[in-house]
Antibody
C-alpha cells in the first residue's frame, strides 16, 4: 500500500523559504504517478500547489508558480517542496499526495499533512 | 474565490439521501469527465471517494455515487450514517493553465 509522510519545520519566518519533504513507501516513486503538494489554510479549503513526475516534469499552480519549486529524489524515494518569500497567508497544513494524471487527475493517496506556521 | 462552486453546507437525517453539487464551466466540468470527490474528517487528510465522475475506488462504500450534467457535477450519499459527517471537496481537470481546481468545500451535517 502506498504511504506518504511529510516532514519539515513547523515554523518559518516571514520572507524566508518553506521547505518540506514527502517520503514515499510501499511504492516506487519512479512508477506511474505524478507526486503532488496540496495545502489547506486553517479553516479553509484545499489548494493544489503543483505536481512532479520522476523525470522532473512539473506542473505548477500559476498563482504560486513564481515562488514554488518541486523536486524529486528517486534514490531516496521522496520529493520536496520549496516555497519562497513566505507570508502569513502561506500558513497552512501542507499535504503530499500521489497524483494520477493519465486521463484522470485524481489524488489517490495522501500523507497525514503537516502544519506550517509563518510567523516571526 | 474557488474555481468550482459548492454549497457551504448541507444536512440530512440518518437513512436519508443527500446530494452535493459542484458547478464549474466548459473549461473544466462541462467538457471533461475528470471530476473527483474527497471526504475530509476534522483533523484528517482528505480521502478519495469518487473519480472520473462516477468511479468508486476499492473500499469506498457503494452508498457514495457521482454524476454530471452540463457544467455541474454531483455527489450523492444514500442511507446517511453518522460517520458521513465531514467536509466534501470536488476537484476537476481544467484546460486553463491551472491543471486542476478544487471546489470550496461543503460541510455535511448528519442531524
Amino acid at each position: 500500500q502506498v504511504q506518504l509522510q511529510e516532514s519539515g519545520p513547523g515554523l518559518v519566518k516571514p520572507s524566508e523559504t518553506l521547505s518540506l519533504t514527502c517520503a514515499v513507501s510501499g511504492y516506487s516513486i519512479s512508477s506511474g504517478y505524478y507526486w503532488g503538494w496540496i495545502r489547506q489554510p486553517p479553516g479553509k479549503g484545499l489548494e493544489w500547489i503543483g505536481s512532479i513526475y520522476h523525470s522532473g516534469s512539473t506542473y505548477y499552480n500559476p498563482s504560486l508558480k513564481s515562488r514554488v519549486t518541486i523536486s524529486v529524489d528517486t534514490s531516496k524515494n521522496q520529493f520536496s517542496l520549496k516555497l519562497s518569500s513566505v507570508t502569513a497567508a502561506d500558513t497552512a497544513v501542507y499535504y503530499c499526495a500521489s497524483h494520477y494524471i493519465w486521463g484522470s487527475y485524481r489524488l489517490d493517496y495522501w500523507g497525514q499533512g503537516t502544519l506550517v506556521t509563518v510567523s516571526s | 474565490q474557488s474555481a468550482l462552486t459548492q454549497p457551504a453546507s448541507v444536512s440530512g437525517s440518518p437513512g436519508q439521501s443527500i446530494t452535493i453539487s459542484c458547478t464549474g464551466t466548459s473549461s473544466d466540468i462541462g467538457n471533461y469527465n475528470y471530476v473527483s470527490w474527497y471526504q475530509q474528517h476534522p483533523g484528517k487528510a482528505p480521502q478519495l471517494m469518487i473519480y472520473d465522475v462516477t468511479n468508486r475506488p476499492s473500499g469506498v462504500s457503494n452508498r457514495f455515487s457521482g454524476s454530471k450534467s452540463g457544467n455541474t457535477a454531483s455527489l450523492t450519499i444514500s442511507g446517511l450514517q453518522a460517520e458521513d459527517e465531514a467536509d466534501y471537496y470536488c476537484n476537476s481537470y481544467t484546460s486553463s493553465s491551472t491543471l486542476v481546481v478544487f471546489g470550496g468545500g461543503t460541510k455535511l451535517t448528519v442531524l
